[in-house]
T-cell receptor
Framework: DAGVTQSPTHLIKTRGQQVTLRCSPKSGHDTVSWYQQALGQGPQFIFQYYEEEERQRGNFPDRFSGHQFPNYSSELNVNALLLGDSALYLC????????????FGPGTRLTVT | RKEVEQDPGPFNVPEGATVAFNCTYSNSASQSFFWYRQDCRKEPKLLMSVYSSGNEDGRFTAQLNRASQYISLLIRDSKLSDSATYLCVVTHSSGTYKYIFGTGTRLKVLA
C-alpha cells in the first residue's frame, strides 16, 4: 500500500520563476492538503483540496495556487518566487469522512536563490 | 500570539529518563488533537491522537485538558531513537480538518 508520494524531492529556482510541485495521496484517500515548513518552524497550512475544489485556504498570497485531479492527485504552483518561499513543502492526504487524520509525504525542498 | 504554542526546547535528557512536553492552544472550538514526530529533514509522522480521557501507547501517554486548553505528551524510559522534534497539532470543527501546528519541541536523548 503506497503512502503519500511527492515530486520532485529537491528543487532550486531563481527569484521570479514559477514552480510546480506534485503529490499523489495515499491509496483510498480523497483529500489533499499542502503545507509550507520553514526552517525551525512548524508546518503552515496553505490550502486543502477535496472533489477537485479548494475547500479552505490559509494565509498565503494568490501566488500560491493548486489543483486536484480526478484521481485525487494534486499540484501546488507558486508564481513569482521570492527568497522567502524557500522551505519544505509537505503534502498530506486523508479520507475526509474518516476523522481527518492526515498522512504526510516526504516533502519537496525548494530553494530560491 | 500563536494559536498553538510549544516550548521549542531543546530538551536534553539521559536514556531511561521520563520527559514531558506541553502544548497550549487558544481556540476553544478546537476539535481534534494529535502529536506528530518529525525527524531531521523528514516528514511529520503521526505518533498518536489525543483523547479527552487520556490515552497511552506503550511508553507514550497523551493527555488533553479542555478547560485549560492544553495537551501533553509523556515519554517514559526514553530511548536514543526517541530523539526528534515533537509537533503538537490542533484542528477546528470546520469539517476540513485543517491542521494547525505548534513550532515543535526538540528532544535529544543522550547515551
Amino acid at each position: 500500500d503506497a503512502g503519500v508520494t511527492q515530486s520532485p524531492t529537491h528543487l532550486i529556482k531563481t527569484r521570479g520563476q514559477q514552480v510546480t510541485l506534485r503529490c499523489s495521496p495515499k491509496s483510498g484517500h480523497d483529500t489533499v492538503s499542502w503545507y509550507q515548513q520553514a526552517l525551525g518552524q512548524g508546518p503552515q497550512f496553505i490550502f486543502q483540496y477535496y472533489e477537485e475544489e479548494e475547500r479552505q485556504r490559509g494565509n498565503f498570497p494568490d501566488r500560491f495556487s493548486g489543483h486536484q485531479f480526478p484521481n485525487y492527485s494534486s499540484e501546488l504552483n507558486v508564481n513569482a518566487l521570492l527568497l522567502g518561499d524557500s522551505a519544505l513543502y509537505l503534502c498530506a492526504s486523508n479520507f475526509l469522512s474518516g476523522g481527518g487524520k492526515q498522512y504526510f509525504g516526504p516533502g519537496t525542498r525548494l530553494t530560491v536563490t | 500570539r500563536k494559536e498553538v504554542e510549544q516550548d521549542p526546547g531543546p530538551f536534553n535528557v539521559p536514556e531511561g529518563a521520563t520527559v514531558a512536553f506541553n502544548c497550549t492552544y487558544s481556540n476553544s472550538a478546537s476539535q481534534s488533537f494529535f502529536w506528530y514526530r518529525q525527524d531531521c529533514r523528514k516528514e511529520p509522522k503521526l505518533l498518536m491522537s489525543v483523547y479527552s480521557s487520556g490515552n497511552e501507547d506503550g511508553r507514550f501517554t497523551a493527555q488533553l485538558n479542555r478547560a485549560s486548553q492544553y495537551i501533553s505528551l509523556l515519554i517514559r524510559d526514553s530511548k536514543l531513537s526517541d530523539s526528534a522534534t515533537y509537533l503538537c497539532v490542533v484542528t477546528h470543527s470546520s469539517g476540513t480538518y485543517k491542521y494547525i501546528f505548534g513550532t515543535g519541541t526538540r528532544l535529544k536523548v543522550l547515551a
